[in-house]
């Protein structure tokens, strides 16, 4: 169906899921009007409910409502996300996710490996930290709030996920001279 990979890559993306926990998604565990996805016996067997952003809601209720008129099934054990019969998850692994990242101008850095559909949750990851070293807050009180969010059974397999980019080097660097600078009574000019 089109717009299925789309709605896939978004949602690893934008609320860190798994490329199988965003696979497996039923139509009954996408609820539009709340701006939640039940996210069903994922890794360690647990259950969890992850809120969408305003921006990623009406994206899942764009796809929502074309998936409805390209009368695809609705009952509430089939897969939210329609892919066609022939992609299998080593499809949407390799090629077609390469396809799809090449025609985006989306390229490894030189010397790295190619990108994989996990690449998107460790940047859902950074970026969250990112936003929040801008924003100014506790950056290491809400690192539990986050490992959570990504269905970790603890902040250690979080870390994991963190990884150092010049952007986030460059806030946490600010926000230390900064610190240190009021620590020392020290006034930028």
């Known amino acids: ?51 969408m952003s305003p921006a990623t809601t009406l994206a899942v209720r764009d796809y929502s409502n074309r998936r409805a008129t390209a009368a695809w099934s609705a009952r509430a054990d089939a897969h939210f996300i329609v892919f066609a019969p022939d992609a299998s998850e080593s499809h949407c692994n390799g090629r077609r996710f390469q396809e799809i990242c090449a025609s985006a101008g ?48 603890e902040i250690v397999y979080t870390e994991k996920y963190l990884h150092a980019t010049p952007e986030l080097l460059g806030e946490a660097s600010d926000r230390f001279r900064n610190r240190c600078a009021e620590a020392l009574g020290v006034r930028d000019e």
Do not use: N
């Not at 890559?9 to 009954?28: F, K």
């Not at 998107?120 to 924003?135: C, D, K, P, S």
């Open 106 to 153: 989306v390229c490894p850095h030189p010397g790295c490996r190619r990108l994989r559909p996990h690449d998107a949750r460790h940047t859902f990851a950074v970026h969250r930290l990112l936003e929040w070293y801008r924003q100014g807050v506790d950056v290491q009180g809400k690192l539990h709030l986050l490992s959570t969010y990504m269905g970790h059974a």
């Open 1 to 51: 169906m089109p717009g299925s990979y789309h709605i896939w890559i978004l949602l690893m993306y934008c609320c860190g899921l798994r490329p199988a926990e965003a696979r497996r998604l039923s139509v009954d565990d996408v609820d539009i009007e709340q701006g939640l996805l039940r996210i069903r016996s994922t890794k360690f067997r647990k259950d969890r409910y992850v809120p």
